[in-house]
């Protein structure tokens, strides 16, 4: 059974203005840019998106530590800057 429904929208002031813009560059009723509109819009509503695959940060060897320890912060710091520590 099809149906013909009558309702009143209430529109945000930026969907009034782009509607009023369409409506006058198309030269179309308004009825029918509103049902052209949610159309599209159910349309992408409802179809299935594709599954993006997830992002995986490749993992990459830094090599040994070049330090005893990072335990000790200050001795990191100290060889990082060149200074001898011990």
């Not at 599209?40 to 695959?53: E, M, N, Y």
């Amino acid at each position: 059974m099809l149906l013909c429904m009558r309702t009143t929208l209430s529109l945000d002031d930026d969907v009034a203005a782009i509607l009023l813009r369409v409506q006058q560059t198309r030269k179309m009723s308004l009825k029918a840019i509103i049902n052209e509109a949610l159309r599209h819009g159910l349309q992408q509503l409802t179809s299935s998106r594709p599954r993006r695959r997830p992002y995986r940060t490749p993992s990459v060897s830094l090599g040994r530590c070049l330090i005893g320890s990072l335990d000790d912060v200050s001795e990191a710091i100290a060889v990082a800057e060149g200074e001898s520590f011990r």
